[in-house]
């Protein structure tokens, strides 16, 4: 949980409230708020390479499609 | 307070692993191979020996060979494409619909889904049922009593919970065990079919319904392939969301959901071909093609573990949906909703409608899923650039995805229109084509699709469209102001629910 009981909305009392009210809501927010920070380790995104070939298995079964019919 | 503090932190991961929060990398707990083998766990089970088995009906077996692997190879990459943006968030897919249909708007496309999936659980309860039975038949234990049959049929949603039950390192666990078996015994019935069949008979023998396969034969089948493949819209993003890296979670899904899948269902073809030019009756259970042309020992070693595949299927899909279906009330464990689940699935397997109408069933599924997915991928990677703004997913006062009393109207506009479209090319509930030419060349599937991601795209394509659709980049008023007053007390109420 956050130490300093600091959140983006509402201060450290509604932060508390919040967390003891609602604890899912509260953890939600609260990795949203590290997102936006950018202190959530988030796994590199996928490569072109990965996209290319993504093209690449659709532009082939295309072709078997056109073959089969 | 230390030992608050650390409870709160434990129910919190929990509440990640089995639940909506975002997970952590230090959460994540599987790998490529791991996922690739709880996807094969999940896609391989009866249900691809009848996929097979249909499409042999309608085509012969080059062509069943050429619309699978057509339809997977162009199809697949939209499921990996979703299971990318679960696994960036570490966000199941279905929270993140909303951005997509808004925060309200998700619940009855994710409902229509729901349904659609236990119907899918109850498909493969039905044939576990039969297989087993057959089984039974075998060791001279027989069973023709139609509810013996269907209780017996509900061990398996009854099994497949209590896997689930466990949590998701059980499911990695028996996924492993299932699936490494599953290829093991898929490679087994391949060289039965082999070394015992026809082979040059079967390929050059016509479709089993003896009504030769014409371009519209041909099509139909491949619409078949595509709502197969979309049918595991549903738990896609419980999966990727714990898979550790981007390329895991995509190449993962590729081969498990994919190429696992489309061999095993070119497989069920092959077997059904083999064994009819054997002499074989034509038959809808796979059971009596694999007893055919197995006999004997290698016959029962097959059903058995494919029987046991049907299980591993319902821990993965029980485990999937109960996970996604806390978007509609998160606060509820887990372990409840998964009972629920099976629960449903049960009623539904001692009622065996399903099976019954397996073609009307499968264009709901197209109708339904083939749109949602679809505008989820062209809502994320294209109109707003792979950019979300995670608070907006989980909080329905902030502004970002709240749009019209919680529906985004643009892309219901786009999926009515992907909807209307189907149905104007395809008549789900007697399996025929209205609009030949579009079928012939889109599928009904596809043109749904299509017309969706025009229209949505070319929608957000003007100005004020695109205001509407991305409100999620213009700065957010604080909560309890002017904005949040404007959905009131059904706000508050949906703010409980997160």
Same mark, same amino acid.
């Given at each position: 949980?956050?130490?300093?009981?600091?959140?983006?909305?509402?201060?450290?009392?509604t932060?508390?409230?919040?967390e003891?009210d609602n604890?899912i809501?509260?953890?939600?927010?609260?990795r949203?708020?590290?997102?936006?920070?950018?202190?959530y380790d988030?796994?590199?995104a996928l490569?072109?390479?990965?996209?290319?070939?993504?093209?690449?298995?659709?532009?082939?079964?295309?072709?078997?499609l056109i073959?089969?019919v | 307070?230390s030992?608050?503090?650390?409870?709160?932190?434990e129910?919190t991961t929990?509440?990640?692993?089995?639940?909506?929060?975002p997970?952590?990398?230090?959460?994540?707990m599987y790998?490529?191979?791991?996922?690739?083998?709880?996807?094969?766990?999940?896609?391989i089970?009866?249900?691809?020996?009848?996929?097979?088995?249909?499409?042999?009906s309608?085509?012969?077996?080059?062509q069943s060979?050429?619309s699978?692997?057509?339809?997977?190879?162009?199809?697949?990459?939209?499921?990996v494409l979703?299971?990318?943006?679960a696994?960036?968030?570490g966000?199941d897919?279905?929270?993140l619909?909303?951005?997509?249909f808004g925060?309200?708007?998700?619940f009855?496309?994710?409902?229509?889904?729901?349904?659609?999936?236990v119907?899918?659980?109850?498909?493969?309860?039905?044939?576990?049922?039969?297989?087993?039975?057959?089984?039974?038949g075998?060791?001279?234990?027989?069973?023709?009593?139609?509810w013996?049959?269907?209780?017996?049929?509900?061990?398996c949603?009854?099994?497949?919970?209590?896997?689930?039950?466990?949590g998701?390192?059980?499911v990695?666990?028996?996924?492993r065990?299932?699936?490494?078996?599953l290829? !093991?015994?898929g490679?087994?019935v391949?060289l /039965?079919?082999?070394f #015992?069949g026809? *082979?040059? =008979?079967?390929? &050059?023998? $016509?479709?089993l319904?003896?009504?030769?396969?014409?371009?519209?034969?041909?099509?139909?089948?491949?619409?078949w392939?595509?709502?197969?493949?979309f049918?595991?819209?549903?738990?896609?993003?419980?999966?990727t969301?714990?898979?550790?890296?981007?390329?895991?979670?995509?190449?993962?899904?590729?081969?498990?959901?994919?190429?696992?899948?489309?061999?095993?269902?070119?497989?069920?073809?092959?077997?059904a071909?083999?064994?009819?030019?054997?002499?074989?009756?034509?038959?809808?259970?796979?059971?009596d093609? !694999?007893?055919?042309?197995?006999?004997?020992? /290698?016959?029962l070693? #097959?059903?058995? *573990?494919? =029987?046991?595949? &049907?299980? $591993?299927?319902?821990?993965?899909?029980?485990?999937g949906?109960?996970?996604?279906s806390?978007?509609l009330?998160p606060s509820?464990?887990?372990?409840?909703?998964?009972?629920?689940?099976?629960?449903?699935v049960?009623?539904?397997?001692?009622?065996?409608?399903?099976?019954?109408?397996?073609?009307?069933f499968?264009?709901?599924?197209?109708?339904?899923?083939?749109?949602?997915?679809?505008?989820?991928?062209?809502?994320?990677?294209?109109?707003?650039?792979?950019?979300?703004?995670?608070?907006?997913?989980?909080?329905?006062?902030?502004?970002?995805y709240?749009?019209?009393?919680?529906?985004?109207?643009?892309?219901?506009?786009?999926?009515?229109a $992907?909807?209307?479209?189907?149905l104007l090319v395809?008549d789900?509930v007697?399996?025929?084509p209205?609009?030949t030419?579009?079928?012939?060349?889109?599928?009904?599937?596809?043109?749904?699709?299509?017309v969706?991601a025009?229209?949505?795209v070319?929608?957000?394509?003007?100005?004020?469209?695109?205001?509407?659709?991305?409100?999620?980049?213009?700065?957010?008023?604080?909560?309890?102001?002017?904005?949040?007053?404007l959905?009131?007390?059904?706000?508050?109420?949906?703010?409980?629910?997160?």
């Amino acid at each position: 949980m956050n130490e300093t009981g600091t959140t983006t909305r509402g201060g450290p009392q509604t932060a508390r409230t919040e967390e003891r009210d609602n604890p899912i809501r509260f953890a939600c927010m609260e990795r949203c708020e590290e997102m936006r920070s950018g202190t959530y380790d988030l796994p590199k995104a996928l490569e072109r390479l990965d996209f290319v070939l993504l093209g690449v298995g659709v532009v082939v079964g295309l072709i078997m499609l056109i073959v089969g019919v | 307070m230390s030992t608050d503090k650390l409870s709160m932190d434990e129910y919190t991961t929990k509440e990640a692993r089995l639940g909506i929060i975002p997970v952590r990398m230090s959460e994540r707990m599987y790998s490529f191979l791991d996922l690739a083998l709880v996807a094969g766990s999940f896609a391989i089970a009866t249900w691809v020996y009848v996929q097979g088995i249909s499409l042999a009906s309608v085509m012969s077996m080059p062509q069943s060979l050429l619309s699978t692997f057509g339809a997977f190879l162009v199809v697949i990459p939209l499921v990996v494409l979703i299971g990318a943006m679960a696994n960036r968030y570490g966000i199941d897919h279905w929270i993140l619909s909303r951005s997509t249909f808004g925060y309200l708007g998700t619940f009855p496309i994710f409902v229509l889904i729901l349904v659609s999936t236990v119907g899918w659980s109850a498909v493969v309860a039905e044939l576990f049922g039969s297989s087993v039975v057959k089984l039974l038949g075998e060791a001279g234990i027989e069973i023709t009593s139609v509810w013996g049959i269907r209780l017996i049929a509900v061990l398996c949603p009854i099994l497949g919970f209590i896997i689930a039950f466990r949590g998701i390192g059980a499911v990695r666990l028996s996924s492993r065990i299932m699936t490494s078996l599953l290829v !093991l015994v898929g490679f087994a019935v391949l060289l /039965m079919v082999v070394f #015992s069949g026809d *082979l040059g =008979g079967a390929w &050059n023998a $016509g479709p089993l319904s003896g009504v030769p396969a014409d371009r519209t034969a041909f099509m139909l089948g491949t619409e078949w392939n595509i709502a197969f493949v979309f049918s595991w819209v549903g738990t896609i993003g419980a999966l990727t969301r714990v898979t550790r890296t981007a390329r895991g979670s995509a190449w993962g899904l590729y081969f498990g959901y994919g190429i696992l899948c489309g061999l095993f269902i070119g497989l069920g073809a092959l077997l059904a071909f083999v064994a009819v030019v054997q002499g074989s009756e034509p038959s809808a259970d796979p059971t009596d093609y !694999l007893l055919a042309v197995g006999g004997g020992w /290698m016959g029962l070693m #097959s059903l058995i *573990l494919v =029987g046991v595949a &049907n299980i $591993g299927t319902l821990a993965v899909g029980t485990f999937g949906m109960a996970l996604s279906s806390k978007i509609l009330r998160p606060s509820v464990r887990y372990e409840w909703i998964a009972a629920v689940f099976m629960v449903a699935v049960v009623a539904l397997t001692l009622w065996g409608g399903v099976l019954e109408h397996y073609g009307t069933f499968l264009a709901y599924v197209g109708v339904i899923a083939g749109p949602a997915v679809t505008l989820m991928v062209v809502d994320y990677y294209i109109v707003r650039s792979r950019k979300l703004t995670p608070a907006g997913l989980f909080d329905p006062k902030l502004p970002a995805y709240r749009y019209t009393y919680g529906f985004n109207l643009v892309s219901f506009v786009a999926f009515g229109a $992907g909807f209307a479209s189907f149905l104007l090319v395809y008549d789900p509930v007697n399996y025929v084509p209205r609009s030949t030419g579009l079928f012939n060349t889109l599928t009904a599937t596809g043109t749904a699709c299509i017309v969706s991601a025009v229209i949505y795209v070319g929608l957000s394509a003007i100005p004020a469209v695109r205001r509407y659709v991305l409100r999620d980049r213009q700065p957010m008023p604080a909560a309890g102001g002017a904005e949040t007053a404007l959905i009131g007390e059904w706000s508050e109420q949906a703010g409980r629910l997160v």
